[in-house]
């Protein structure tokens, strides 16, 4: 079953920093790595918001808003993509999700929570 499983979400205070996984499972070497893997957010009553997106060749992008403050890496041997988030603000909560197209099929995890206190 291919699926892609999100971890590392939690309560952190202003300020702080996360670190969040992907992990992927059923998806062959072959087709994970050639394929782009994105983070987006939603928070309540929100749309849906892509956050960071990382290619094939390890090049990112990121939404205006976190800029300078989160990172995109993937680690192919593993098949796992990480976003590390520093300097959390209030208005970065949300559920984090990681998604991809895979064996033609628009993948989704099931998300994890980000909490942001002030």
């Known amino acids: 079953q291919v699926r892609l499983v999100e971890s590392g979400g939690g309560l952190v205070q202003a300020g702080g920093s996360l670190r969040l996984t992907c992990a992927s499972s059923?998806?062959?070497?072959?087709?994970?790595?050639?394929?782009?893997v994105n983070w987006y957010r939603q928070a309540p009553g929100k749309e849906r918001e892509l956050v960071a997106r990382?290619?094939?060749?390890?090049?990112?992008d990121y939404a205006d808003s976190v800029k300078d403050r989160f990172t995109i890496s993937r680690d192919n041997a593993r098949k796992r993509v990480y976003l590390q988030m520093n300097k959390l603000k209030p208005e970065d909560a949300a559920v984090y999700y990681c998604?991809?197209?895979?064996?033609?099929?628009?993948?989704w995890g099931p998300g994890t929570q980000v909490t942001v206190s002030s």
């Open positions: 990382i290619s094939r060749n390890s090049v990112a």
């Open positions: 059923g998806i062959i070497t072959s087709v994970f790595n050639p394929t782009t």
């Open positions: 998604n991809g197209q895979f064996y033609s099929r628009d993948i």
